[in-house]
């Protein structure tokens, strides 16, 4: 009842120029899925979110070893759903870029579901450059801006660029000493994960 009608949506009170062009689709905003968003989404220089968590690439191959995992295969598809239906609606959306934010910013609900897959996942050194890589991009992005212009290259364009002027320098350092210490204190706990899980299966066989 916020817009004064049970049926009322936010695009009706919107400029009437995107109202215009809006008119046609599912609840003023919504279309059929479209591969070139997709792909901005998923590799686009400023929305791209294997750009920014590169670690989600190996989430996604680690729901190949969920799927075969009879046990847990039911809570898989829930997952694989949750993290496929979120892309379908996120490049469905004729405001899919999210405004000024640094990054694909409607898949943040989503992304626990997304993460599960690296549970499947061995911990080699192909997994901690990735994670590392996440991590900074991740801590650089905090230290520096949380909004960006939605057209430029988010890194090179913006995030770095601050950093090589000195306008952000100092707040990045102190965001890269807090991140490295929570890293630390991730790899350990994913060092026990690793070790209880070849227990229990040294347990089951």
Known sequence: MAFGHFYSIAPTFGNPEFKAKSR?????ALTVPDLKILM?????????????????????LGF???????????????????VVSFLAFNASFNGWHGGNSSGPRYLIPMLPFWLLGLY??????????????????????????VN??????????VIYAKIRSGERYWHFLAYCAL????????????QKNKDDKNQLASLNN
Do not use: M
């Open 148 to 157: 960006a212009d939605p057209w430029s290259h988010l890194f090179s364009g």
């Open 179 to 190: 991140t490295l210490s929570l890293t630390i204190v991730t790899f350990k706990l994913l």
């Open 64 to 82: 190949l070893g969920w799927l075969k995992d009879r046990r847990a295969c039911p809570e898989g598809i829930i997952a694989i759903w949750a």
């Open 40 to 60: 901005e989404i998923l590799i686009g220089h400023q929305r791209g979110v294997f750009r920014i968590s590169p670690v989600l690439i190996l989430a996604t």
């Open 24 to 28: 046609q689709l599912l609840l003023g």
């Open 120 to 145: 499947w996942v061995r911990s080699g050194i192909v997994f901690y450059v990735l994670l590392a890589v996440s991590i900074f991009n991740a801590t650089a992005i905090t230290a520096t801006t």
